[in-house]
């Protein structure tokens, strides 16, 4: 039984164009949702929501058991179906129960155990928190990392709100990025983030540049899809891509088969990789190019024999929007691979901060 309950109707006379691409974005954000005769359906460990079109309307419903899920569910609802239809300027507000700011049911604070420089531009930070099953999940691999300001004393997290929005805490707005989650260990309580020590300034590069044993963050989520079972795997990515594709290819079958793809800047930057022998690993060099600004990966995107059933491939990547768009468009539109095979990224866009693209909404990431 559901102790609280809410609903929303959005004004929406867009909702055609938006509709299948919130769906998505819902689906690829850890919630199970299910097409029904009138709408979908969403399951989540905090709740249940409904999505149902109407004549130039979007309805919404949502309940839960306890106050953060509940609130965390409308979060889930609001933030996404805001970011995905930015341009619309859509007005949410919901009307049911209120149970005031909560704390995200999903945030963990973890303590910095260890880091390592793995290469001159790679940086491996071992964290360590509990209750981290949640983030085991093979579907779901990215997570949102909340960075402490410098504030004394113990941080204060941000909260959600009875409208869906975030609360930042008195002390300010937090910095955050998304990152991917190389390996995690929930028994032993670890996970390891890989960072890109990309030149520049930036909350989460600098975080990574400083960190040391004892430091503090917070993660909530995850986030965005994994790999799916395939006969043959396509995975392409930069220094972001890198390790969710490492990730990717300890986890597949001995008896996978296919190519990965990986940019980096020169030879110092390659690592030991643990890919099934079926599947061969490239490392393209850019030198002294501009990360973001060399064709390297879709070049070879291109001159690949892929299988002749493309239904039964897949295809991962994660690199900056420009050569993520034109790897996508390249496979779905003029190789005949099935958009459901392909799970791609931009990871970042050359001239926009994250900051930038949240102002812009999905269209700043969506090819």
Same mark, same amino acid.
């Given at each position: ?55 130039? /309307? ?45 704390? !995200? ?56 709100? #009875? ?28 996970? #390891? ?21 004892? #430091? ?12 799916? !079972? ?26 996978? @088969? ?74 779905? @539109? ?21 900051? #930038? ?5 999905? /269209?700043?990431?969506?090819?």
């Amino acid at each position: 039984m559901s102790d609280y309950k809410a609903t929303a109707t959005i004004a929406f006379p867009g909702l055609a164009a938006y509709l299948d691409t919130i769906v998505a974005s819902l689906a690829s954000h850890n919630l199970d949702v299910q097409a029904e005769a009138d709408g979908h359906r969403i399951r989540s460990p905090f709740g249940r929501a409904w999505l149902r079109a109407g004549p130039a /309307a979007l309805h919404l419903a949502v309940e839960a058991s306890d106050p953060a899920g509940f609130n965390r569910m409308k979060h889930d609802l609001t933030g996404l179906i805001d970011f995905v239809a930015r341009p619309e300027g859509l007005q949410i507000a919901w009307t049911g129960d209120e149970t005031g700011a909560t704390l !995200p049911p999903d945030l963990r604070v973890l303590t910095v155990r260890n880091v390592r420089q793995l290469t001159p531009f790679m940086r491996r930070i071992t964290l360590a928190g509990q209750d981290l099953d949640r983030y085991a999940v093979p579907d779901q691999i990215h997570c949102r990392l909340l960075f402490p300001s410098g504030q004394t004393g113990a941080p204060e997290w941000p909260r959600l709100g #009875d409208d869906g929005r975030i609360v930042w805490p008195p002390s300010g707005k937090l910095a955050s990025r998304i990152y991917t989650i190389r390996r995690i260990d929930p028994t032993g309580g670890t996970l #390891d983030i890989d960072f890109a020590l990309h030149p520049g300034s930036g909350p989460g590069v600098d975080w990574a540049r400083a960190a040391a044993p004892g #430091d503090i963050v917070g993660i909530v989520g995850p986030a965005a899809h994994g790999p799916k !079972p395939a006969d043959w795997y396509l995975l392409a990515g930069d220094e972001t891509g890198l390790p969710g594709i490492a990730r990717i290819l300890e986890a597949l079958p001995a008896s996978a @088969r296919g190519v990965a793809l990986i940019e980096v800047a020169g030879a110092a930057e390659e690592q030991p990789l643990a890919a099934p022998g079926g599947v061969e690993v490239r490392w393209l060099h850019r030198g002294e190019a501009a990360p973001g600004t060399a064709p390297l990966l879709i070049d070879e995107v291109r001159s690949l024999e892929l299988p002749a059933d493309r239904s039964r491939m897949l295809f991962w990547g994660g690199s900056e929007f420009d050569t993520y768009r034109s790897i996508r468009n390249h496979l779905v @539109r003029d190789a005949g691979v099935p958009a459901s095979r392909v799970v791609a990224y931009s990871h970042w866009r050359r001239g926009m901060s994250e900051e #930038d693209i949240v102002e812009a909404g999905a /269209a700043a990431i969506t090819p």
